[in-house]
């Protein structure tokens, strides 16, 4: 079964993730792409997951004999860095063989725009019925080998990183970050962000920095506090200034402060967002999905930014980014992007912001968080992942959308069915989504403590 959710096509390898399903998305793609203009070009990259680099080439392979010229990265990249290359080549498509931050049995397909980010929903709809063509009439296609394609220039093998590295030394202050002698420590959590930030910066430690695509002590490679509990302690017990993590294709991010505390996605955010703006005088319009903190909207409110609220998906902030003036855009999951760069999550790109914050504000990263919960009142947060049946998603989802006007002892005082649905209490909210990538139901909640947030999701948990 290929089903399309929110960031591309993922599947059980074996099961669903095939070599023969993905010939048939990457025909699809191929149709697709073709009818977006003369000399068709795609950039393909792919992650550190089992079979990751076999899929890539297949995808390249069946692209190129289909007329499209295609740049094949020689070594693993991530998300962004095929974004970013997409846009830079001129591509007007790029596909990244990845499943981000899903567990090591999962692989995906993503893909790019020609502004470098997320292709469109609108795209995405085209792509779909071409794969509904593909499948009743599947094409048959006798592949050569790899070199016959990279001998007659269909496929040109390129690297993927150092165009983007440079691009970073532009936009980020790499020599104010220096010189303040932070002493980093970077979990890539085996993914595609390995070695990316000692080739940037000097004084940077890493952990689960080697291939291993069963992800080794992590559960799954998702910068969240439950799969960060390795970095947490190693910070403390290393004396470094600041943590960051990255996901499986190093597009969302994860942060730790000097003491060891897990920094949620949400106050980066809005540390970014308030760097931005306050610090290097940037304007523009906020975009948010429906599941990010009201810090963001009460930051908008009191400064009179336009903000833009969305269903979750970074594809809609990526849609707004590429047409619209935005300072930032981004979501709960660690993903987000800003006006000095690509219209695309970049998990090292924004850990390397952060810092510069950091070192231009000359505080530690507790000591702007503590800012944030002065200015904003205590903001904390939590997702809860639970795995559930096909029936039991029905009959959870079915309860939510009776509209319960109670959460626990908590009354709702307002409902949003933007995505989902999002149960507003006073001090507080609940939003259940069921994922569309994973058999779960996805529970998030925002209130002034934690006792609050786990009562609220408890409530959520027991609606019948």
Not at 64 to 81: C, I, M, R, W
Not at 155 to 166: G, R, S
Not at 291 to 312: F, R
Not at 369 to 383: A, I, K, N, P, W
Request: aromatic share 8%.
């Amino acid at each position: 079964m290929i089903v399309f959710g929110t960031d591309g096509w993922r599947g059980v390898i074996a099961r669903d993730f095939t070599f023969e399903n993905l010939g048939l998305v990457a025909q699809a793609t191929a149709n697709y792409v073709k009818t977006l203009g003369d000399n068709p070009t795609v950039v393909v990259g792919y992650d550190t997951r089992f079979l990751s680099a076999e899929f890539a080439e297949e995808t390249a392979k069946i692209l190129a004999e289909n007329g499209v010229k295609v740049f094949l990265s020689d070594n693993f990249a991530s998300t962004p860095q095929v974004s970013f290359q997409t846009k830079h080549k001129g591509a007007q498509l790029g596909v990244v063989i990845t499943a981000s931050h899903n567990p090591p049995q999962y692989n995906g397909f993503k893909l790019k725009a020609h502004f470098g980010g997320p292709a469109v929903p609108e795209q995405i709809t085209a792509l779909e019925k071409e794969l509904a063509q593909v499948m009743e009439n599947p094409k048959k296609l006798s592949l050569k080998n790899l070199d016959n394609y990279t001998g007659n220039g269909s496929i040109t093998m390129f690297d993927a990183e150092k165009d983007y590295i440079a691009h970073i030394r532009k936009n980020v202050n790499l020599e104010v970050i220096q010189n303040a002698g932070f002493k980093v420590l970077h979990d890539p959590m085996h993914g595609a962000g390995m070695g990316i930030f000692s080739k940037i910066l000097s004084n940077v430690d890493a952990i689960h920095n080697e291939f291993n695509p069963s992800f080794g002590e992590v559960d799954h490679p998702e910068p969240i506090a439950e799969c960060l509990q390795p970095l947490m302690d190693k910070v403390r017990e290393g004396g470094y200034a600041v943590g960051i993590a990255t996901d499986g294709d190093a597009d969302r991010v994860g942060a730790v402060d000097e003491e060891g505390n897990f920094v949620d996605s949400h106050r980066i955010f809005v540390l970014l967002m308030k760097y931005l703006y306050e610090d290097k005088g940037l304007r523009g319009s906020v975009a948010k999905t429906v599941s990010l903190t009201t810090m963001v909207n009460d930051y908008c409110a009191k400064n009179n930014i336009p903000l833009i609220e969305t269903a979750v998906g970074f594809k809609y902030i990526s849609a707004l980014m590429s047409t619209q003036d935005i300072l930032i855009g981004g979501e709960e999951s660690g993903g987000l992007g800003t006006s000095l760069h690509i219209p695309e999550r970049d998990g090292v790109f924004n850990g390397l912001l952060l810092m510069e914050m950091m070192a231009v504000r000359k505080k530690s990263l507790k000591e702007l968080c503590d800012e944030l919960d002065e200015e904003f009142g205590t903001h904390r947060y939590r997702r809860r992942d639970v795995h559930v049946s096909q029936e039991q998603k029905e009959a959870i989802m079915g309860a939510a959308a009776k509209n319960p006007t109670q959460l626990g002892k908590y009354a709702v005082t307002k409902t949003d069915t933007r995505d989902g649905f999002k149960f507003f209490v006073d001090g507080g909210w609940l939003l259940i989504r069921a994922s569309g990538t994973e058999p779960l139901i996805r529970f998030y909640s925002e209130a002034e403590n934690m006792e609050k947030v786990d009562e609220i999701l408890d409530a959520g948990l027991a609606l019948k």
